[in-house]
């Protein structure tokens, strides 16, 4: 398993405030989801809407082994958006989806209780 996937890892070292707002974190709805071909480890490339100011952004995702492509259309997720792009074999991922490890390993996504507007921010 990976260290950031391993319940048994330690805190990460404080930061303050300022630090944590600068990392911006918000709710989408995916729309679109098809299977990513191409990718080295079986992944997903989601459309998600973050809403009118902010838009649709595409993020590849290692989730197929705790979901079905149908059955992410319509789900929220958070993700981080002010990551750089990052280049995903054929495709441009430009923001990084959330979710927590399993028991397996396997990534869980990470979602709010009940629906919010697309484009809300963590805080």
Same mark, same amino acid.
């Given at each position: 398993? +990976?260290?950031? +996937?391993?319940? !048994?890892?330690? %805190?990460?070292?404080?930061? &303050?405030?300022?630090?944590? $707002?600068? /990392?911006?974190?918000?709710?989408?709805?995916? /729309?679109?989801?098809?299977?990513? !071909?191409?990718?080295?480890?079986?992944?997903?490339? $989601?459309?998600? &809407?973050?809403?009118?100011?902010?838009?649709?952004?595409?993020?590849?995702?290692?989730?197929? !082994? *705790?979901? %079905?492509?149908?059955? $992410?259309?319509?789900?929220?997720?958070?993700?981080?958006? *002010?990551?750089?792009?990052?280049?995903?074999?054929?495709?441009?991922?430009?923001?990084?989806?959330?979710?927590?490890? &399993?028991? %397996?390993?396997?990534?869980? $996504?990470? !979602?709010? &209780?009940?629906?919010?507007? *697309?484009?809300?921010?963590?805080?």
């Amino acid at each position: 398993m +990976h260290l950031l +996937h391993d319940p !048994a890892t330690p %805190a990460a070292d404080p930061i &303050d405030f300022d630090t944590f $707002l600068k /990392v911006d974190i918000r709710i989408g709805t995916i /729309v679109a989801a098809e299977p990513f !071909a191409k990718a080295r480890k079986p992944a997903f490339i $989601l459309q998600i &809407d973050f809403g009118p100011v902010i838009g649709t952004k595409k993020s590849s995702a290692q989730i197929v !082994a *705790n979901y %079905a492509c149908e059955r $992410l259309i319509g789900r929220q997720v958070a993700a981080v958006l *002010n990551f750089p792009p990052r280049q995903i074999g054929p495709i441009m991922s430009e923001v990084l989806t959330l979710g927590f490890a &399993d028991e %397996a390993g396997e990534v869980t $996504l990470f !979602a709010p &209780d009940k629906p919010v507007p *697309n484009g809300s921010r963590l805080f």
